[in-house]
């Protein structure tokens, strides 16, 4: 029902800055419900589990981060393009990973959690050297 694919990825430096986009693909009747999904970054390391960064609501989006992320990361989406970027900067080698993008109709709480999404991307890596 709904496809997602990320995009962006690719080697930074430490201190670096990357945008990811997500763009999505909505296959029911109704043209506009892109807007009614709740949308998210998530990221995994090797051998670690997969944690939220970043997340928006659904319509104007109120933007929902990680408290490592705040101040550096910018989650936004653009309705009329289905699609969904982060912006991140000052980026840290222990920020190297597989990040995903995730989508979750309306959700009303548990934003940044992993659990709470039912439709992922197939990821793009993010390398940060030292």
């Known amino acids: 029902q709904v496809q997602l694919v990320e995009s962006g990825g690719g080697s930074v430096q430490a201190g670096g800055s990357l945008t990811l986009s997500c763009a999505a693909s909505?296959?029911?009747?109704?043209?506009?419900?892109?807007?009614?999904?709740?949308m998210g970054w998530f990221r995994q390391a090797p051998g670690k589990e997969r944690e939220g960064v970043a997340a928006?609501?659904?319509?104007?989006?109120?933007?929902y981060y990680a408290d490592s992320v705040k101040g550096r990361f910018t989650i936004s989406r653009d309705n009329a393009k289905r699609t969904l970027y982060l912006q991140m900067n000052s980026l840290k080698p222990e920020e190297s990973a597989m990040y995903y993008c995730?989508?979750?109709?309306?959700?009303?709480?548990?934003?940044?959690?992993?659990?709470?999404?039912?439709?992922w991307g197939q990821g793009t890596q993010v390398p940060v050297s030292s």
């Open positions: 928006i609501s659904i319509g104007g989006g109120s933007p």
């Open positions: 995730g989508a979750a109709w309306n959700l009303q709480y548990r934003i940044l959690d992993t659990s709470s999404y039912n439709y």
């Open positions: 909505i296959y029911n009747y109704d043209y506009y419900s892109y807007d009614y999904y709740s």
